[in-house]
């Protein structure tokens, strides 16, 4: 029954429920197509990104993400990049943002991931209290990037006057600021966990942690444009699922995790992809809100020079509702076995 030969050749004859059988198959395929998305990391060093575990421990294509990630460098070529639509969502850093809004930029931050100021102030050996940072050369990031805003803060919470007590040379990023200390062209500069970790190697040691000092500030964080996520909030709340489960992935698979940032950083050394791992692992927050009072300080810190800084609502830099939806209906604390 069901079956029809008819010239020799064999027909299927389909039930009602069997058509509509077939008609939810080709549905569900259909709408379990991944979308196509392009999203960015802003830095080589082991540790920041979220994204490569995102990428390659499969949560973006759990959450029906075909995910393209380009490594764009910088905080500011990163919002950049989002401001000119090149990147729907992407990494960045709180300063660029900030800059960015204030300028009219259509954008908002949607997760923070270090949400302290997560930088050591590494000096030549001769530097032993901030005292004799007086005088000396310091390299620093381009303006706008948040480790010439660490940089900056740093000499400032140990009393010193980057404007007036040292000079700051813009020289770019980790490895230019390391060279630059090795040839003895700047005496100080900041760096993160891996840049402490290459810096102590070549000689030269912290002067002070100032993760220790637990300054509020989106170090980095995920950032859209508002549009974006007014028009397609959907992606974005998957997305955001995606990195909280990477998060978690992060955090609890050691062994992975380092076998994820040696291939995108293409650091061989195991001490220093070793000690990323523990700091951000001990930094990363389960729930990670872009952190309100750290765009406060950046804003504090602006208003000197941009008015509009000062009359600035540091609310409207920021949307928590994907973090908040993930963490209100226990999603976060299932991860955890809460």
Not at 70 to 85: D, E, K, W
Not at 143 to 151: K, Q, S, V, W
Request: charged share 25%; glycine share 10%; net charge positive.
């Amino acid at each position: 029954m069901g079956q029809k030969n008819i010239q020799g050749r064999k027909w299927t004859l389909l039930v009602p429920g069997q058509i509509m059988g077939l008609i939810f198959l080709s549905l569900a395929s259909f709408l379990g197509a991944a979308e196509k998305i392009n999203t960015s990391y802003i830095t080589i060093t082991p540790g920041p990104s979220l994204i490569w575990v995102a990428k390659d421990a499969g949560m973006f294509q759990k959450q029906g993400l075909d995910a393209t990630i380009i490594f764009i460098s910088g905080s500011v070529r990163g919002i950049q990049a989002i401001l000119a639509g090149e990147i729907p969502i992407g990494e960045g850093g709180g300063p660029g943002l900030a800059s960015a809004k204030l300028a009219g930029g259509d954008l908002v931050a949607i997760a923070g991931n270090i949400n302290v100021l997560p930088y050591y102030l590494v000096v030549h050996p001769g530097i032993k209290k901030p005292e004799d940072l007086k005088g000396k050369m310091g390299a620093s990031h381009i303006a706008g990037t948040t480790a010439e805003f660490a940089l900056r803060v740093g000499l400032k919470r140990m009393g010193l006057d980057p404007a007036k007590d040292v000079t700051l040379r813009p020289l770019g990023g980790t490895i230019d600021r390391m060279v630059a200390l090795q040839k003895g062209i700047v005496q100080f500069t900041v760096a993160t966990e891996a840049g402490k970790v290459m810096a102590e190697k070549l000689g030269f040691p912290t002067l002070i942690d100032l993760a220790t000092l637990q300054i509020p500030f989106p170090q980095n964080g995920v950032y859209a444009s508002t549009r974006f996520v007014r028009e397609r909030p959907e992606i974005v709340r998957r997305y955001v699922k995606a990195y909280v489960e990477a998060i978690h992935f992060f955090k609890t698979r050691k062994e992975d995790t380092i076998r994820i940032m040696r291939k995108y950083s293409r650091v061989e050394d195991r001490k220093t992809l070793e000690e990323a791992w523990e700091w951000h692992a001990r930094y990363f927050p389960e729930a990670p809100y872009p952190p309100l009072e750290g765009y406060r300080l950046i804003l504090q810190d602006m208003a000197a020079t941009v008015p509009k800084a000062a009359k600035a609502n540091a609310g409207d830099f920021i949307d928590t509702r994907f973090v908040k939806e993930l963490e209100d209906s226990g999603f976060i604390k299932s991860l955890y076995g809460k």
